[in-house]
């Protein structure tokens, strides 16, 4: 089993910045990515960033591309999202996800394996 554990979110003015994490363990070498999505109130769960676990690609969603970074420690096994830049249509549950099973990067909540448990982020004006 795989399991993820996030940390991070919280309250931020429009203009801030917040770090989120997504820490791994169990049989992390069967994950092939490691994706944030986020899910605002009464819309649909959408895409944000990825990154192969093995360290590498990355993508984004255009709607946070110059502003969001992910990234990832090897020695924590330990995937980062630095938030910048935040407004107010950043406000959601912001989930940690992983993939197994195909190399290439997943971008829709059905090619998740696992979802980690979801941690609020609310940008303020």
């Known amino acids: 089993q795989v399991q993820l554990v996030e940390s991070g979110g919280g309250l931020v003015q429009a203009g801030g910045s917040l770090r989120l994490s997504c820490a791994a363990s169990?049989?992390?070498?069967?994950?092939?990515?490691i994706a944030w999505f986020r899910q605002a109130p009464g819309k649909e769960r959408e895409f944000v960033a990825v990154i192969s676990w093995r360290g590498g690609p990355t993508d984004y969603a255009d709607s946070v591309k110059g502003r969001f970074t992910i990234s990832r420690d090897n020695s924590k096994n330990t995937v980062y999202l630095q938030m910048n830049n935040l407004n107010l249509e950043d406000t959601a549950v912001y989930y940690c996800a992983a993939r197994w099973g195909y190399s290439d990067p997943p971008r829709r909540p059905d090619d998740i394996n696992l979802w980690g448990q979801g941690t609020q982020v609310t940008v303020s004006s």
């Open positions: 169990g049989r992390t070498f069967i994950v092939t990515n």
